[in-house]
């Protein structure tokens, strides 16, 4: 019996009038990861994906691997099909089922019939009332519960075959990757920012990044720390541009000409400084960044509000809100957290100072920034970027 999944929109179903758009993209979004794995056949009908495997090496179980990782689907189901025989169907139940109906937590179900075709024979009450006892009698320890059953079994009678489905997975939500425009993520090596980077790609932004490194204070390791980590996070993500600015000589020269106290503050401004000319240049519409309120120094509200003084474009923080054990499980969850904790050093660390300020006045950060000419800096850093670009399912080499 054939094996197809089913693929269920998640917030996109409640679009209006632009829903094929969204759709549009979803689609191309699965393609684009499932053309690692084999030939799939598409189909798309009431709200769900049809998947079908077109080869032997179209995996279904891979497949289903790969679209729990694709934001904009919000369930996803494996179904059998079989021809439009109800006597077949029952006489496959409990093959079929069986894994559904595994483990001591599942005691009841129910069965959901839904007719497409209008010419089938049995009404879907009659369906639901004949499979649920053939279910019974295959699985004699189960009971009915119509309301909150552990299991629902649905038979779609379609044009082109009966679709038996059991197991539900949850997708992972969101809205589908470019759905809504791209944006930059400063990315350090540290367990917050992937968590940002990928809680924004769930809202539909393509998530490119960008990354600060002052060797020789940083090392090579370092950097292939956050290569790394941007490597990991094109599995929510999709393929991800990596801007990599030399950062040395702006270090040095706050270190040279700044009080020691606004290092920090005044660091974090001509990062966003450079990320804005980024922006504008490749034509990013916001900064995303890894700061939680309150987490160190920089990110209380007053340096955070003398750092957002120097964007020019809007700022998302989605962990602003959340404790680091919040973010620690999202980032364990995305499979980032295990790089993440490798003890490299950051330019953050470099330099900083040992009472930086908790409370920066911005007129005041605005003066020990003047006295130096960091405009030109920026610009020359700008210049030296490089980029690369990571894709989807393709690994690099991270020398340890
Ligand atoms: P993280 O775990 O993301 O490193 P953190 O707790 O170490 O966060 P900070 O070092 O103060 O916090 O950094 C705050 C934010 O600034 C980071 O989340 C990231 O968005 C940005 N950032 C820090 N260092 C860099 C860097 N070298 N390159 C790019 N962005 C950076
Ligand atoms: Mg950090």
């Not at 809202?203 to 600060?212: A, E, F, P, T």
């Not at 804005?276 to 920089?298: F, H, M, P, W």
């Not at 850093?381 to 690994?395: D, H, I």
Request: glycine fraction near 8%.
């Amino acid at each position: 019996m054939k094996e197809i999944i089913m693929v269920k929109y998640g917030e996109i179903a409640l679009k209006g009038i632009n829903k094929k758009t969204f759709e549009d993209m979803l689609q191309s979004n699965i393609k684009r990861r499932l053309k690692k794995i084999g030939q799939f056949g598409y189909e798309r009908m009431q709200s769900t994906i049809y998947i079908e495997p077109c080869d032997e090496n179209a995996d279904a179980d891979a497949a289903v691997e790969a679209l729990k990782k694709v934001f904009g689907i919000g369930a996803i189901q494996k179904c059998r099909v079989f021809p439009k025989d109800i006597e077949t169907v029952k006489a496959n139940l409990g093959d079929c089922l069986k894994d559904a109906f595994q483990g001591s937590d599942v005691k009841t179900f129910k069965v959901e019939a839904k007719r497409a075709d209008k010419t089938f024979p049995l009404t879907s009450p009659e369906i639901q009332q004949q499979l649920g006892d053939a279910v019974l009698d295959a699985f004699p320890n189960l009971g009915v519960d119509v309301h909150n059953p552990d299991v629902t079994v649905r038979l779609e009678i379609r044009d082109n075959g009966a679709y038996l489905s059991a197991k539900r997975i949850t997708g992972a939500g969101g809205m589908p990757v470019g759905s809504s425009g791209k944006a930059l993520l400063m990315l350090s090596g540290g367990i917050d920012s992937p968590a940002a980077g990928y809680m924004m790609a769930k809202r539909g932004l393509i998530v490119d990044c960008i990354h600060y490194i002052s060797p020789p204070y940083t090392s090579d390791r370092a950097l292939a720390k956050v290569r790394k980590l941007c490597e990991e996070m094109t599995d929510y993500c999709g393929d991800i541009m990596f801007y990599c600015v030399p950062f040395t000589e702006i270090q040095e020269a706050i270190r040279d000409h700044c009080p020691e106290e606004y290092f920090t503050v005044i660091m974090r401004r001509l990062m966003v400084k450079i990320a804005n000319r980024v922006c504008k240049k490749d034509g990013y519409g916001a900064i995303i960044t890894g700061e939680s309120l309150a987490q160190v120094a920089s990110q209380t509200l007053y340096a955070l509000g003398c750092t957002n003084a120097a964007a020019e474009y809007p700022v998302f923080r989605p962990l602003i809100g959340m404790d680091k054990i919040e973010i620690t499980d999202i980032a364990r969850r995305i499979g980032t957290f295990e790089t993440s904790i490798l003890p490299y050093e950051d330019c953050c660390t470099v330099f900083s100072p040992k009472h930086p300020r908790t409370k920066p006045h911005l007129d005041d950060v605005l003066k020990a920034e003047a006295v130096w000419d960091f405009d030109s800096m920026i610009e020359k850093a700008v210049e030296g970027t490089s980029v690369t670009r990571y894709k989807y399912g393709e690994e690099t080499v991270f020398i340890e």
